[in-house]
């Protein structure tokens, strides 16, 4: 394992901080819903599926989209810190990825598309530099 450096340690807590991410969409989308749809529903079966509430649509969008983006983001951050790259931008895309996801969730939640549109856009770009810095520190664009 790696000596932990201060650059290192800010992947790790950006990784974490999407994870929190992805917890308060989880646990914010059956808030939603009972507040929309009542309690004995929420704890319901959900036999007799109901129409969620806009917003509830929404935040189930984000959630579905984070869990996709994590799948991409996590073993890139992991690869990276477990094989201590030292390409310069690292910390700084992964930086990037957070604040498009944020950016994401915020304006999902709010239904403006062509933000939501472009957040995602920022984040899928800094994925895809991510793997890239990881494929060519690991040797794979010599």
């Not at 992805?22 to 929309?36: G, N």
């Not at 806009?54 to 094989?83: C, H, T």
């Not at 990037?96 to 994401?104: D, E, G, I, N």
């Amino acid at each position: 394992m790696p000596e932990l450096t201060p650059d290192l340690g800010w992947l790790i807590a950006v990784l974490i901080l999407n994870l929190g991410l992805f917890a308060l969409v989880l646990l914010l989308q059956p808030l939603v819903r009972d507040l929309t749809l009542g309690f004995a529903y929420t704890i319901s079966n959900f036999d007799e599926r109901r129409e969620e509430s806009k917003l509830g649509r929404r935040l189930a969008m984000v959630k579905d989209n984070q869990i996709e983006a994590l799948i991409l983001f996590a073993p890139l951050v992991l690869i990276g810190w477990s094989s201590a790259l030292s390409h310069p931008h690292l910390s700084v895309i992964a930086s990037v990825f957070l604040a498009a996801r944020l950016a994401y969730a915020l304006v999902s939640a709010a239904g403006i598309p062509l933000l939501r549109s472009a957040a995602w856009t920022v984040g899928f770009a800094a994925t895809l530099y991510l793997g890239w810095i990881v494929w060519s520190g690991i040797g794979g664009a010599e």
